[in-house]
């Protein structure tokens, strides 16, 4: 990716979703790009949507750009990565997308965004008495929900493949659409 494209991508996000949501400050950028394993890759900015319209925006921009996207939820589930990139590129942080969509306790299911977290899971469901709880993983209350289901992590009840057990997800396309 060239230096123009970046540049040409930076001032899009900014125009598109606010200099609020798109950080290119060196503490910020340093402290995302550390990690306990070796990694060369450097983190050249990070974009920090507030919904899913934002997603399809930074998404689309990126494409249009040429530049390398990283997602992430939470960025705290240990052990099945890290929210490093492998090569130089922009950080999409989904952890601000942190809202509990819907819940039906008699078809036991939840609809999260990305940065939903353990945590926030198990407390929602129990602040509502719930008979469900939230299959904890042996990762940190604050990983994403989402994160830990996408890199096949489990659990510890007959439910534990995640992967094996989730449905209706929305999936952002390299050309901002949105499929279900």
Do not use: K
């Not at 899009?12 to 798109?22: F, I, P, Q, T, Y």
């Not at 990762?139 to 094996?164: I, K, M, Y």
């Amino acid at each position: 990716m060239s230096t123009s494209s970046l540049h040409g991508a930076l001032a899009a996000w900014m125009r598109e979703l606010g200099a609020d949501c798109v950080s290119v400050e060196t503490p910020c950028l340093d402290a995302a790009s550390r990690t306990t394993f070796a990694n060369p890759a450097r983190v050249l900015a990070i974009l920090r949507p507030r919904c899913r319209e934002d997603v399809q925006i930074a998404v689309r921009i990126a494409s249009q750009f040429g530049v390398a996207l990283y997602p992430f939820s939470s960025g705290r589930n240990w052990g099945y990565g890290s929210r490093a990139p492998v090569e130089d590129g922009v950080l999409l942080d989904l952890g601000a997308m942190n809202r509990i969509l819907d819940f039906d306790e008699a078809l036991g299911y939840v609809t999260v965004e990305p940065g939903v977290t353990q945590r926030q899971l198990s407390d929602f469901l129990r602040q509502r008495g719930s008979r469900l709880w939230m299959d904890a993983t042996g990762a940190s209350v604050e990983c994403s929900v989402v994160g830990n289901t996408l890199e096949r992590g489990f659990g510890h009840t007959p439910l534990g493949d995640h992967a094996a057990n989730v449905c209706g997800l929305e999936v952002v396309l390299p050309t901002g659409e949105c499929v279900e």
